[in-house]
């Protein structure tokens, strides 16, 4: 079964700094889709930026962009130029492929503060 | 432009309760979801929609029914409600199912069960 893992519980970064969140998962699939959502405290559910596992290069959205290790099943995301609206619980998730669609995995969430 | 919009925002069910969240998206988007979230943890898929009359179950579609007569609805069921179905639940969609994911996600919809 497929799982995603996030090791970092919470995190913390200065304004205007980076920091890059952690994300690991399993699959034994070869095609798949991989994401990060943000969730403030308004609950809203934000699409921040998602990966193609069959395309080779890293996904970028502006400040927002990610390290994803195919071998080594990893999606880490770095937030350049930290902002205090990007304060939130991010979340990584899995979606299958194919047949595979409806296997939809989010990991538990990494809460992230950003210090004036 | 509304995006998705979901009804009501909170409710509170008693046990054995029947009920119906809405979920409405103006973008003529072929893809829809439902999941439920519980503290603590990500999202959960209960159902999927990739168009209207098709519809197909998520991680954990038991306790709930749902139909896509239409592009723009995709209600959810709860036939008889249980406390293990208290939760927040998000309505979600997306116009490209190579996109592998949702794009909008609605407001969510607080369902406590006693």
């Known amino acids: 079964a497929q799982t995603v893992t996030q090791s970092q519980p919470e995190m913390s970064v200065q304004e205007a700094e980076t920091v890059t969140l952690s994300c690991t998962y399993d699959t034994s699939e070869s095609d798949y889709y991989l994401f990060w959502y943000k969730q403030p405290p308004s609950r809203q559910m934000i699409l921040v930026i998602r990966q193609e596992a069959y395309k080779q290069q890293n996904a970028t959205e502006n400040r927002f962009s990610v390290n994803f290790q195919k071998a080594a099943k990893s999606f880490s995301l770095k937030i350049s130029d930290s902002q205090l609206g990007d304060a939130a619980m991010y979340f990584c998730?899995?979606?299958?492929?194919?047949?595979?669609?409806?296997?939809?995995?989010f990991g538990p969430g990494t809460s992230l503060s950003v210090i004036p | 432009n509304a995006g998705v919009t979901q009804t009501p925002k909170f409710q509170v069910l008693k046990t054995g309760q029947s009920m119906t969240l809405q979920c409405a998206q103006d973008?003529?988007?072929?893809?829809m979801s439902w999941y439920r979230q519980d503290p603590g943890m990500g999202l959960r898929l209960i159902h999927y929609?990739?168009?209207?009359?098709?519809?197909d179950q998520g991680e954990v579609p038991n306790g709930y029914n749902v139909s896509r007569s239409t592009t723009e609805d995709f209600p959810l069921r709860l036939l008889s409600a249980a406390p293990s179905q208290t939760s927040v639940y998000f309505c979600?969609?997306?116009?490209?199912?190579?996109?592998?994911?949702?794009?909008?996600f609605g407001q969510g919809t607080r369902l406590t069960v006693v």
């Open positions: 929609s990739v168009g209207a009359g098709i519809t």
């Open positions: 979600a969609s997306s116009s490209d199912r190579d996109s592998g994911t949702e794009a909008f």
């Open positions: 973008m003529n988007h072929e893809y």
């Open positions: 998730a899995y979606r299958g492929a194919g047949t595979s669609y409806d296997k939809v995995i």
